[in-house]
Every structure is written in C-alpha cells, then in structure tokens.
C-alpha cells in the first residue's frame, strides 16, 4: 500500500528527471510487456534498457557519455530502493521497481525457446556457463556468448559479432558506465531488438554469484546485503552516501524553488 502522501504510480508511459537523469514509472509487468513487444515486432529495431541505480547516477556525475548513454534510452527502470527513496524525496511519487534480474528472468520465463539470447560479459567461461543453464531453465536459443573483458579497440568486432548473431535479447554485462555505453554507441550495428546493461545479472545465472535472499530483494535493500556481505564490495558503499547527498541537496533546492 503507498503512502498516502504519495502520488501513486501512473499508467505506465509517464518519465521523471532525477538528478538530470530519466526514470520511467513502470512496474515489472509493464516492462515484460514492453519489451516482449519490441523484442517480435516487424520490422526489428534496436532498444536500449537501462536498469538505474544509485551507482549509476553517482558515476554518470563524471562521465559525460554515460550521461548520454541514459539519457537516450528507451526504457529506464528503477533497479533498487535507492532509486525508489529518491523519487519520493524530489517528486512525491511512487516509483515501483524493475530490477535487472527479475527483467531478464522474466523474459526467458515468458518466451522461452522462441527466445534467441546473447550472452556478453562477465570473466571468460562464465557467459558461457549462464547460457548452457538459461537453455537448461528456460529453454532459451542461445544466439551467442562473448565475454566483457575485451578493449575498446576491439568494440566493433565484438559488435559485428553480436549483430550477425540475430538475437532478440542482448545481456550486456561489463560494469555500470561501460555496458550502458557499448549499448547505445553501436545499437545499430547490434540491431538487436533489446540490448540490456544489466551488470552481475551473468554470473548470477552462470552460478558464479549469488541472489540476495528472497526477503532482501522484497524489502528492496539487497544492495546493502551484498555490500556488507562482500569485500570487494565494500569500496562501493561511499557512492551510496554520496548518492544519499545529491538528493537532499536537490530536494533543498527544489524546496527554495517553492
């Protein structure tokens, strides 16, 4: 139930600003249906999804091209509460949550073998392990598999590659900035009908990582599960705090503006 001081979530179609960033407001099941749609229509043209956190708004403060990159997608969801607390702190509006895995689960759950995925990302072997078990799941086509761990000067043989591969669902997963990037740079030599930056998603279906527990992810604050769980994770808690200042200093000045 939402607050009753809270604007509830629109029909889907309706785009906030956050911290000069887009948010689409829409659920899961919106999502699904959207990107079920583009994924089999005629003629094929590329999408680009974005999966926003705070991470992503913190980095993308430095990186005009990531700016760019978000701000020219045709989908931007709310991956985590974070995103969630900073909609009703700058516009009083109830944001619901599409999380990266829960997409791309959904989306082999729905379309299974009529489904062509490739896999791009994560450490070398692992891409290849998550697509044998999304075959063994969902019985997805595997349309390719590539990892992320390949230069810049190597972006447009990587991008050839995944263009000829003729997939309907791209899982680009080669870390925040990097990944949205890659996507809306070469979506056109891609020409998959949706191209998706969905971070850890890869390993997590190779095995290699972990799901947050069931309750974490319920409550929306699987991040600080990982976080505190994970060393190497550790470094990333400061850009929560940063994130957690960006938006009281624009909410005060949102409030100066009356």
Same mark, same amino acid.
């Given at each position: 139930?939402?607050?009753?001081? @809270?604007?509830?979530p ?10 000069? =960033? ?7 099941? +919106? $999502? ?13 043209? *590329?999408?680009t999804?974005?999966? =926003? ?13 990531? &700016? ?8 931007? $969801? ?6 969630? %607390? /900073?909609?009703? #702190?700058?516009?009083? +509006?109830?944001?619901?949550?599409? *999380?990266?895995?829960d ?12 489904l062509?995925?490739?896999? @791009?990302?994560?450490?070398p072997?692992?891409?290849? #392990?998550? /697509? +044998? ?19 810049? /000067?190597?972006?447009q043989?990587?991008?050839? @590659? ?7 669902? &791209?899982l ?15 979506? +056109?030599?891609? !020409? ?16 290699? /990582?972990?799901? !947050? ?14 976080v ?5 994770? %550790? ?10 200042? =960006? ?12």
């Amino acid at each position: 139930m939402s607050r009753p001081d @809270l604007t509830p979530p629109p029909p889907s179609g309706k785009r906030l600003s956050l911290l000069n =960033l887009p948010l689409d407001v829409v659920t899961l099941e +919106q $999502t699904l249906d959207r990107l079920g749609d583009w994924m089999f229509r005629a003629p094929r043209a *590329p999408h680009t999804v974005v999966t =926003l956190n705070p991470e992503i708004i913190v980095q993308a403060r430095t990186h005009p091209e990531f &700016v760019d990159a978000v701000q020219e997608a045709d989908l931007v $969801t709310a991956d985590g509460v974070g995103i969630v %607390w /900073a909609a009703r #702190q700058l516009h009083r +509006q109830e944001v619901p949550r599409a *999380p990266g895995y829960d997409i791309v689960r959904g989306l082999m759950e729905r379309h299974g073998p009529e489904l062509r995925v490739f896999f @791009l990302g994560a450490k070398p072997g692992v891409a290849e #392990q998550a /697509a +044998q078990n999304a075959v063994r799941d969902f019985g997805v086509q595997v349309a390719g598999v590539h990892h992320g761990y390949f230069d810049p /000067a190597e972006d447009q043989r990587v991008a050839d @590659l995944v263009g000829a591969s003729r997939a309907h669902l &791209v899982l680009t997963a080669m870390g925040a900035g990097r990944q949205e990037v890659f996507n809306q740079y070469w979506r +056109q030599v891609l !020409a998959a009908p949706v191209l998706i930056g969905c971070g850890g998603v890869i390993d997590v279906l190779a095995g290699t /990582a972990d799901l !947050a527990p069931a309750w974490t992810r319920k409550l929306g604050v699987e991040f600080i599960w990982r976080v505190g769980l994970d060393r190497k994770r %550790w470094n990333r808690a400061p850009r929560l705090v940063q994130f957690v200042r =960006l938006v009281q200093v624009e909410r005060r000045r949102l409030a100066r503006q009356g």
